[in-house]
Nanobody, 122 residues
Framework: QLELVESGGGLVQPGGTLTLSCVAT????????IGWFRQAPGKGREGISS???????TYRDSVKGRFTVARDNAKNTAYLQMSSLQIEDTAIYYC????????????????WGQGTQVTVSS
């Protein structure tokens, strides 16, 4: 069992930067792959980035070069650094975890946080 709590969301102007954190409790964090997903108003959830337990990383094309995923196993925390934010990045952002790495396939992730709101607006 793993519990995930996201933080770091907020209101930012276009072109700005935010870093989201995902703190895990309850199990061996280092054995889990972590996925970041988002859901914009009126849209389905989409995968943003993921990092395997071994450090393999993947990104959605629309965020490549702007977002960076990382993890600190000593702190049981994963991060999503978001720069050059655009209005279209406005969404609720979720972190997720699974013992197997399935990239951006949301159906593969067993554990989910409650989400954190990111609003990009001038």
């Amino acid at each position: 069992q793993l519990e995930l709590v996201e933080s770091g969301g907020g209101l930012v102007q276009p072109g700005g930067t935010l870093t989201l954190s995902c703190v895990a409790t309850g199990d061996a964090f280092e054995t889990y792959a972590i996925g970041w997903f988002r859901q914009a108003p009126g849209k389905g959830r989409e995968g943003i980035s993921s990092i395997s337990s071994g450090g393999k990383i993947t990104y959605r094309d629309s965020v490549k070069g702007r977002f960076t995923v990382a993890r600190d196993n000593a702190k049981n925390t994963a991060y999503l650094q978001m720069s050059s934010l655009q209005i279209e990045d406005t969404a609720i952002y979720y972190c997720s975890a699974d013992t197997q790495w399935s990239g951006l396939n949301e159906w593969a992730y067993d554990y989910w946080g409650q989400g954190t709101q990111v609003t990009v607006s001038s």
